[in-house]
């Protein structure tokens, strides 16, 4: 079996317990999954922050981006030549003091825009629904699964999230 492959709930680890339907499939994505790859923030897509006038090159330029206290940390970050290396450049600038606090907000906002801004994309996420989403990553618990499948999974939530709202007609 690859990462790419739907499985059924009941085969998944206690960390998708929380889902209710018995047949429901769950969408195990990351960067490393090319059939889910559009779901990662990896992906080259293209998003413009259309409040400051910013093209980042992917969502995770721009995430990444937003950490930073200074313009020129921004801007370096913005022009790192693949999204490994804005996360990497990041992790090394000064971050704002309400980061910590803010970060999922920040991820809901620019995911979303993301799916505005590529309505093929929109048209995809909302696809897979009810399948659950999850962020297959064993070294992160926040935004991944984690490595034993009982990390918060909030990139997959919020994914959902956002697959939510869609479908009900709320984009903003």
């Known amino acids: 079996m690859t990462e790419t492959d739907t499985i059924p709930l009941e085969e998944t680890s206690k960390a998708h317990e929380s889902i209710d339907s018995e047949d429901l499939e769950v969408i195990y994505f990351n960067s490393k999954t ?3 790859l559009w779901l990662s923030n990896f992906s080259p897509h293209s998003i ?6 910013i093209t980042y ?3 995770e330029h721009w995430y990444q981006g937003s950490k930073a206290d200074s313009k020129k940390d921004r801007d370096l970050i913005i022009a790192a030549k ?3 290396l804005a996360k990497h450049i990041a992790r090394k ?5 309400k980061w910590e606090r803010d970060k999922a907000a920040w991820m809901k906002h620019i995911i979303k825009q993301k799916f505005l801004q590529h ?3 929109k048209e995809k996420l909302v696809a897979t629904y009810p399948r659950a989403l999850v962020h297959r990553t064993p070294w992160d618990r926040f935004w ?3 490595p034993n499948g009982d990390g918060r999974n909030m990139l997959g939530e919020l994914l959902m999230s956002i697959r939510s709202d869609f479908i009900d007609g709320v984009s903003e």
């Open 119 to 121: 309505k093929d994309l």
């Open 57 to 59: 090159p992917t969502a």
């Open 82 to 84: 693949i999204p490994a």
């Open 34 to 36: 090319p059939e889910w």
């Open 144 to 146: 991944g699964d984690g």
């Open 48 to 53: 413009a922050d259309r409040d400051r006038g």
């Open 93 to 97: 600038v000064s971050m704002s003091y």
